[in-house]
Nanobody
Framework: QVQLVESGGGLVQAGGSLRLSCAASASIFSINVMGWHRQAPGKQRELVAVITSSGATKYADSVKGRFTISRENANNTVYLQMNSLQPEDTAVYYC??????????WGQGTQVTVSS
């Protein structure tokens, strides 16, 4: 299993920014896909952004142009830079490490609340 620890969540006003961090217990070079998902109250968990071991990225349409996922292999950390935040972005954000048949692990989540 890969242990994941998220940080950086908090309360921010609409239009503001936050940067989430996800520290992994293993080299992210060996993890096929790392990403961020979020779950708002009463809604299903949805994909926000992913990044592959080769650096390819993909974003949900709802965050495209506002959020940026990146990685720092040296410290086994994945980041999610969130700009122009809106109340609709309010959710618990979870870090995910997908190693395909080798495992799929999740962090404990970090709360992001955007006030109007």
């Amino acid at each position: 299993q890969v242990q994941l620890v998220e940080s950086g969540g908090g309360l921010v006003q609409a239009g503001g920014s936050l940067r989430l961090s996800c520290a992994a217990s293993a080299s992210i070079f060996s993890i096929n896909v790392m990403g961020w998902h979020r779950q708002a109250p009463g809604k299903q968990r949805e994909l926000v952004a992913v990044i592959t071991s080769s650096g390819a990225t993909k974003y949900a349409d709802s965050v495209k142009g506002r959020f940026t996922i990146s990685r720092e292999n040296a410290n086994n950390t994945v980041y999610l830079q969130m700009n122009s935040l809106q109340p609709e972005d309010t959710a618990v954000y979870y870090c995910n490490a997908d190693r395909f048949r080798r495992g799929n692990d999740w962090g404990q989540g970090t709360q992001v609340t955007v006030s109007s």
